[in-house]
């Protein structure tokens, strides 16, 4: 009850006294008051239902890590993590923003999974005065802020995952110029986050000289993909890019390899499929398939893996984990660095200070690299993206990651944050 | 008794209608013409276009054909419940899951130990055999449990009950082995093709319709031809008589339900050696959707009609995105499969309401 009636006080006249000694809340928006013995509440909206739970459940196990590493405390108390399933729907993700934003005592929200969600949730949870951050929505809408031109951000919303736009001309910067493609087909399955990939991947390829043969899209629940990709064959590209999740990739690889005229066409996926299941799921049919997505590499990933093992007795189910873990070290330092304490042990913290502290982010030390929040919440790092390619190791010896072919900085475009 | 025919005297927009015809015909009729004649003129374009070889088209015929027959064994599993109790089990996708996803760990586990290259059909076997298992219990134990204590409810109750398991299963198996991918080992003889001049159909394939073949032939018999076949067509007909008759009405009920719970376990095996990829906790909701749909096509509570039904099914999802919507130059066609698989659906309903091989069922059983 005290925290709330200090919110609605501080929302009423926002530079009013705490009843908390010598805390006075000076945030535009409002402050969240936190009393001596109460907990630090942070939430996730993340899809834990349906065929793409996976994907929530992957994002789950990094902030879960990234709390256990500081043993639960944050300002001297305990975190407390509360969630919601914002599946991958607009409904899910207007729904679950509704149900967290309604709970004062929420500092800010970890999420959505999916780009779709995010578009809904975004305007609920910045209305409310708070801070939404995704690891892994990455549609370019999402930080775009002219709406004019289909934009959908607004202020407390940020990412630490790389966008569309950067995936799309990466990949077809890569189809151009390595891989000398001249023609392309492109598959999406409908969701906003595939049909806006293929749309940059398209856009920049044209702009190369590239020509684009085929459009198409398949069903999320499909299993056969005998006819698209028999119709994708009439037309004979150089390349297919199919920027769609499991399990829809997998059955489209691996039935790829009995259309024989599809024979001399690369398959190039985006950063759904980079997981090491992809490869168990397709076995010989995933050799030589192209992969673009996080690189995470490096002594600090290794021991993230070694303590995911440690406490879920398995690898992590999807390819976002280290951008999670980066989300909640990101925001749990923003936390920590506009927290007011008071003399009885009360903590203050300003909605807006929260969102001023994670824009200033800058050379934050992740494992996904060095993150730098933009004006408008992109905070991601180019440097945690790469192009992968499957090889024999990874099919028959399970070594994980594939081959890094090409990376932004041997020779990729230069990118905007 | 004279009885006097009455002549209808309606009306559409004011224009009188034949005699003994109603607005509502007329649409049905008006519909009928047009997707008959959106069918032929989009078939036409395509094969006139020749962008497809005759090759490509029956490899498409083929691909069809497997997943129809998975289609067709699940849909089984509904056509039996349905004719017993007149109720659709809309759990049936999930206990098609249970058997797949259970079985995915025995299936890899085969593979390490190297049985099933060495012993291929051996381990296909004991695979569908414990697959039949796991889905035979989850059916028993979902009649036992759900669906009994409202046998007598209104059909609604057990109608909502059915998708209410269905949720449930999903998430029990999701807390028992995660909500990751699993995926089927291949099997070395199912990777080839199999020639006959220049086509080639993966074995893969043949394999699957071949054993739903055999699968459905074993059904069709059992109810047939054996003693506790009778029995459950006596039940299917009218369960007093049945009971007065001595049958024991609740065996013969989980019998079915184990029938249908095996058939969905085996299909679950046969369809991850086929398409080894995407098992999961929610792999029966859209095949459970396309066999209550096959079922329904093939007129539900008849068992040829249910195997029929998926391969039609299975067939015009293969064949229908590419023969018809191509030729009419609709974009991204194959994202449509579902919208030509269902307006065939309609089409067939709107030409035969009770399905290619159903029955007309009197007002008691309908």
């Known amino acids: ?190 969701s906003t986050f595939a049909h806006d990939l293929q749309g940059a991947m398209i856009g920049t390829f044209i702009e190369l000289g ?79 398939v192209i992969l673009f997505g996080p690189n995470v590499a490096g002594e600090t990933y290794r021991e993230f893996l070694s303590l995911w093992q440690e406490r879920y007795g398995a690898e992590p189910p999807g390819g976002f984990h280290a951008h999670a873990f980066d989300t909640t070290n990101l925001l749990l330092d923003a936390i920590e660095s506009v927290a007011q304490v008071g003399e009885d042990g009360s903590v203050l913290i300003g909605r807006q200070a929260l969102r001023d502290a994670m824009t200033a982010t800058s050379g934050f030390d992740g494992i996904t690299g060095s993150l730098a929040c933009s004006p408008t919440g992109d905070c991601a790092t180019a440097e945690a993206i790469g192009v992968f390619r499957i090889g024999e190791p990874e099919v028959f010896e399970g070594r994980w990651p594939p081959e890094l072919v090409w990376t932004p900085a041997t020779g990729g475009p230069e990118e905007e944050a | 008794m004279t009885q006097t025919r009455t002549v209808s005297r309606n009306k559409l927009f004011g224009i009188p209608l034949p005699a003994g015809h109603t607005g509502v015909d007329l649409i049905i009729s008006a519909l009928r013409i047009i997707i008959v004649a959106l069918i032929i003129i989009g078939a036409g374009n395509t094969l006139l276009e ?52 259970t079985t995915v760990f025995l299936a890899n586990s085969f593979r390490q130990s190297g049985f099933l290259d060495s012993q291929p059909l051996l381990a296909i076997l004991i695979l569908m055999g414990f697959a039949a298992l796991v889905s035979m219990t989850v059916a028993v134990l979902l009649e ?113 339900f184990a029938i249908g719970g095996a058939l969905a376990g085996a299909a679950g095996v046969i369809n991850g050696l086929f398409r080894p990829q995407g098992v999961n906790f929610f792999m029966g909701f859209f095949p459970g959707i396309k066999a209550f749909t096959a079922a329904v096509l093939g007129g539900i509570g008849n068992i040829p009609g249910a195997m029929l039904g998926g391969m039609f099914l299975g067939v015009i999802e293969a064949i229908g995105p590419n023969l018809v919507l191509n030729g009419l130059g609709i974009p991204s066609a194959n994202q449509l499969k579902d919208v030509i698989a269902f307006t065939m659906l309609v089409l067939v309903l709107i030409f035969r309401p009770q399905g290619i091989l159903g029955e007309r069922l009197s007002a008691e059983k309908a």
């Open chain 2, 50 to 101: 020749g962008r497809f070889t005759f090759e490509q088209w029956l490899a498409l015929l083929f691909a069809g054909l497997a997943q129809g027959s998975i289609y067709a064994l699940i849909a089984l599993g509904y056509t039996l419940v349905y004719g017993i109790l007149r109720m659709i089990n809309f759990a049936h996708g999930d206990v098609f899951m249970a058997g797949a996803f």
């Open chain 2, 144 to 256: 036992r449990i759900a669906y009994r204590p409202l046998r007598n409810a209104p059909r609604l109750v057990p109608l909502i009950t059915a998708i209410g398991a269905s949720f449930f299963i999903q998430y029990t198996f999701r807390g028992l082995f995660g909500s990751g991918f699993k995926a089927y080992p291949t099997v070395a003889f199912l990777r080839g093709t199999f020639s006959v001049g220049s086509i080639n159909v993966p074995i893969a394939q043949l394999f699957v319709f071949v054993s739903a073949i055999v699968l459905m032939i074993c059904l069709y018999w059992l109810v047939e031809r054996t003693r506790i076949g009778k029995a459950m067509r006596s039940v299917s007909e009218d369960k007093e008589v049945a009971t007065l008759m001595g049958v024991n009405i609740d065996l013969i009920i989980v019998f079915t």
């Open chain 1, 1 to 190: 009850m005290f925290p709330s009636i200090c919110l609605v006080a501080s929302l009423l006249v926002p530079t009013v006294a705490s009843a908390a000694e010598g805390l006075v809340c000076r945030d535009e928006i409002a402050c969240v008051m936190i009393g001596p013995d109460d907990p630090v509440t942070i939430a996730w909206m993340l899809v834990t239902s349906g065929a793409n739970s996976f994907f929530g459940e992957d994002s789950l196990g990094g902030i879960e890590i990234a709390i256990a590493q500081r043993e639960g405390i944050l300002l001297g108390r305990e975190i407390e993590l509360i969630g919601e399933d914002s599946q991958c729907t607009p409904e899910g993700g207007q729904l679950a923003a509704q149900r967290l934003v309604a709970n004062e005592h929420i500092l800010a929200i970890i999420g959505p999974s999916c780009s779709s969600a995010a578009e809904a949730a975004i305007p609920v949870a910045s209305r409310a005065g708070f801070v939404l951050v995704t690891p892994t929505a990455v549609s370019s809408t999402l930080t775009n802020p002219d709406r004019d031109s289909g934009g959908t951000w607004m202020p407390g919303f940020f990412r630490t995952i790389h966008t569309n736009a950067l995936q799309g001309r990466m990949a077809a910067r890569f189809a151009r110029e390595i891989l000398d493609a001249q023609t392309l087909a492109t598959i999406h399955d409908g």
């Open chain 1, 210 to 288: 590239g020509e684009v043969v085929y459009q198409g899209a398949v069903n999320v629940g499909d299993t056969d993909m005998t006819a698209v990709l028999t119709e994708i064959a009439t037309h004979g590209p150089d390349l297919l890019f199919f920027p769609i999740f499991q399990p829809e990739g997998d059955f489209l690889v691996a039935q790829a390899q009995y259309i024989p005229d599809l024979d001399n066409t690369i398959l190039m996926g985006s950063d759904n499929l980079l997981t090491p299941g992809f490869v168990v799921a397709t076995g010989e049919a995933a050799l030589g």
